[in-house]
């Protein structure tokens, strides 16, 4: 597959005009970029809803929702909101006359009503504590909320003198009986997310009845999941989610469950307890015949295979839907009538957009150019948000064949038209035991036939991940590009979108399969494309990619001018005994540390830095508790002991990841200065 700068045309059209006035991308380009968000469609496929966060020449904020007329294919959007702050997570009512969305524009997060046909949003929910997510049932007579609480606290009020009396206390210590004490980038403060069931009546919800009161359990789980996680059941009268029984053994086991809870509260039946594994994403046929949810096999594994999984709620009947079809869905919508499933899943690069029969299990791909996640399937189209490594993301069109693109929205028009990309293709070679790895290379933005230019060898983290066709807006490789580097980016195994063989192919061998691969890749890409220099490399990753630059640094110590180590695992007996998710480790390498320490020790870069001469820059979060910061501090203790060229970044008020936009701005700073230097750009 290739996409070159003239089919960026495509991307943001008019911008043919001033490509000479381009100028190459940059961080500053990156953090500037509108950000489109809160996408709704109504139930008719009319009508689109959707949110912008601009920022301004001066790099002010703001967001506001536009609605669109689906109907008119000349119709321009409509500016809905004014006000300050965000409105977000829309939802249209039952009869498509008015949205849902959550705000905070009295100080707390709450639910407001708007009007289509003009007038002001008006407050539905007037509760003490925040609404953090909601959703309604299919009738729009019922809201689901999720809020913050105590379990042991029998109504708000309560949890919210806690919250306040927690804040206010004199003493610092906090007190734990088990794990898990921390997760992410939060210390356990005891309190759990919980759902709460209000009827939406006309009149303002001051009360709401906690349908998951007394379970020391997470609605939805933290960190990342949402309310994709709550459904009501068509008829109202219960609600289905996923999260982990309460157990004291929740820092090592990935067994989620589906549980079903009457809209009154009382008596929760676990519907899918035979399976040890992750069940996800309940979701209903619209006539309620038919529940489908995602579920893995494997016990303590975060990246097996999302099977699709169908009951049948009239014969109790539930199989797994399309079995063969080896590849990992992240979503579930269904088709009107019930018999078809549209998913969103990562396929070669790209991530796809698929038809399932619900019935037959056949796979149609409706979608696969770039990173695509559904939107809202109408009765003639499937709306979806695309992004590439040319497009920061915008909401387009097909029909349910799959045919007549239609781009809906251009939030970012002006700002791509001065923006000036690197041309980029899909690449494959014969990697470890000959078996076909891909990857992607990307062109200096300022490329010149006949010139040879520095690499930047991105290493993805995860390890179960993938770097591909997708527009980040922290690893964004297109400003590598942009800076003059020729970029490199393997999908090594262990990555994800190949099939689940190749995604396990990691487990247990993490400095082994990887390795080759990046070697094998490095020595194909640099023969297929001359313009890159073998000879002046650098390479850098995060997480896993940070733990790749120090296996690197023991084991293919010749092969980068320089290196760049984010969040990178440097001692993995230590690392099991401070992260957070021991089940990760855990099924990694095969046990506890304990239990498997040979391996532990195998893949250990601790062990091989009697081979440590490449300079390096460490980069670290002091709030990263999945890979605690003392691993970065450790690596550069080591270098600067040593001798090796070293420096350390480190950032207080970060997690596994940088997100204040200001400090990605430093971030990239002290990378492309570091790179530079080594690179002698």
């Not at 009396?165 to 004490?181: F, I, N, P, S």
């Not at 309620?288 to 096999?297: C, K, S």
């Amino acid at each position: 597959m290739k996409t070159s700068s003239v089919l960026f045309a495509l991307v943001a059209a008019g911008m043919a005009s001033s490509v000479y006035s381009a100028e190459p991308f940059n961080v500053q380009h990156l953090v500037n970029m509108n950000k489109l968000h809160s996408t709704a469609v109504s139930s008719d496929g009319n009508t689109l809803v959707y949110g912008v966060k601009v920022i301004d020449d001066k790099g002010e904020a703001s967001s506001d929702l536009y609605t669109l007329d689906l109907t008119n294919k000349n119709a321009t959007p409509r500016q809905l909101t004014s006000a300050s702050g965000t409105e977000h997570d829309v939802s249209f009512s039952a009869d498509n006359k008015s949205i849902y969305f959550l705000a905070a524009r009295n100080g707390s997060s709450q639910l407001y009503q708007l009007a289509l046909n003009g007038g002001e949003a008006v407050q539905v929910s007037d509760l003490p504590l925040d609404v953090n997510g909601y959703k309604l049932s299919q009738d729009g007579k019922q809201v689901v909320m999720t809020m913050r609480v105590f379990p042991e606290c029998n109504d708000l009020a309560c949890s919210k003198e806690k919250f306040q009396a927690e804040k206010d206390r004199k003493t610092t210590g906090r007190e734990y009986k088990q794990l898990m004490v921390r997760h992410w980038d939060t210390w356990e403060d005891h309190a759990r997310n919980h759902l709460f069931v209000a009827n939406l009546n006309g009149q303002k919800i001051t009360n709401a009845v906690n349908v998951t009161a007394g379970r020391d359990t997470e609605t939805p789980p933290k960190p990342f999941s949402g309310m994709e996680e709550v459904t009501f059941t068509p008829d109202g009268k219960h609600i289905v989610y996923s999260a982990k029984a309460p157990s004291n053994d929740q820092s090592w086991t990935t067994n989620y469950d589906l549980w079903q809870v009457p809209v009154s509260g009382g008596e929760t039946i676990n519907l899918t307890e035979d399976n040890k594994a992750w069940d996800a994403q309940p979701t209903y046929s619209a006539d309620g015949r038919y529940l489908a949810y995602l579920a893995m096999t494997k016990p303590g594994f975060e990246a097996d295979r999302y099977r699709i999984m169908l009951r049948d709620n009239v014969t109790g009947q539930e199989k797994e839907v399309a079995p063969l079809w080896d590849r990992s869905p992240h979503s579930l919508t269904f088709s009107a009538d019930g018999r078809t499933l549209y998913v969103g899943a990562q396929d070669v690069g790209q991530v796809s957009i698929f038809e399932v029969n619900t019935q037959f299990g056949d796979v149609r791909p409706i979608y696969n150019n770039g990173s695509n996640s559904l939107v809202a399937v109408t009765p003639n189209k499937i709306i979806f948000k695309n992004a590439s490594l040319v497009e920061p993301g915008d909401l387009y069109s097909v029909t349910l064949e799959g045919e007549n693109l239609t781009r809906l929205t251009e939030v970012n028009k002006d700002k791509l038209a001065k923006i000036k990309f690197g041309d980029f293709e899909q690449f494959k070679f014969k990697g470890w035991n000959d078996e076909t790895v891909h990857g992607y290379w990307i062109k200096p933005a300022n490329f010149k036939e006949g010139e040879k230019y520095p690499i930047a060898y991105l290493v993805h983290g995860g390890p179960q991940g993938s770097f591909g066709n997708s527009f980040s807006g922290r690893w964004n490789a297109q400003l590598w590009a942009g800076a003059g580097y020729g970029v490199v980016m393997v999908d090594f195994h262990g990555s994800t979108g190949y099939g689940q063989a190749f995604t396990d192919s990691i487990s247990k061998d993490w400095g082994g399969k990887p390795l080759e691969d990046l070697k094998k890749g490095m020595a194909a890409v640099t023969e297929q494309q001359p313009w890159l220099d073998a000879n002046n490399a650098c390479a850098l990753g995060g997480s896993y990619g940070g733990y790749m630059m120090n296996w690197i640094q023991g084991h293919w110590n010749d092969g980068f001018k320089c290196l760049i180590n984010h969040a990178g695992l440097f001692d993995m007996r230590s690392m099991y005994y401070v992260t957070e998710e021991l089940w990760f480790p855990e099924y990694e390498f095969g046990g506890t540390y304990n239990d498997n320490k040979d391996l532990y020790e195998k893949f250990n870069p601790v062990n091989y830095v009697e081979n440590w001469q490449t300079p390096m820059l460490v980069i670290h979060g002091e709030k990263d508790f999945r890979v605690p910061y003392g691993q970065g501090l450790a690596a550069f203790s080591f270098m600067q002991r040593k001798g090796i060229p070293s420096e350390l970044l480190m950032f207080p008020d970060e997690n596994h990841w940088i997100l204040n936009q200001d400090n990605l701005q430093q971030w990239y700073k002290n990378v492309f200065g570091w790179m530079d230097r080594w690179t002698a750009k």
